[in-house]
Structure formats: structure tokens, C-alpha cells
């Protein structure tokens, strides 16, 4: 869950689009029904293409460091705050 409560969706760049070493899951906000963006930000700031990830119904491989970062709840004791 996001922050705001909305749907977040785990996306991974296609085997081909990227490198294997890039292929992580990254966590990106689910547009509203309706409205397929041409381009998806994951949390991370990484730009999706739709045509270029397949969306997975679990964490496989590799998650995104950055969009778990981002997707963690505030709290004391989670992260020090490294600046
Ligand atoms: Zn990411």
C-alpha cells in the first residue's frame, strides 16, 4: 500500500529491455481506472513503458531497493536517516 492509500502494482522491465542486473521489481502507483498513461514512474523515479514490463502478481527476483525505500512506512528505528 502507498502512503495515500493507493494500489501499488509490482512491475518488472521485460528480459531484452534492460540488463539482467536491472531487471528488479519495482513498485509503481496504479493509475486510476481509465487512464492508461503512456509512461509509468515507479516509486523509485524509474520510468516505465507498459510495452516494456510485464506486471507480476508476486515478488519475484530481485525488488527494487529504491522503491522499497520508498514504499516503507516512517518510523523510528526502520531507517537512520544517512542524509
Ligand atoms: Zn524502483
Known sequence: MGENGG???L??????VVGESRRVCH???VPGAGAV???LTALCGESIFPGEAEVLD??????CHACLMESAP???GLLADAG
Do not use: F, K
Open 11 to 16: 512491475v518488472r522491465l521485460r528480459r531484452g
Open 58 to 63: 508476486g515478488l519475484r527476483g530481485m525488488p
Open 74 to 76: 516512517p518510523g523510528p
Open 27 to 29: 513498485l509503481i502507483p
Open 7 to 9: 494500489m501499488l502494482a
Open 37 to 39: 498513461p503512456s509512461r
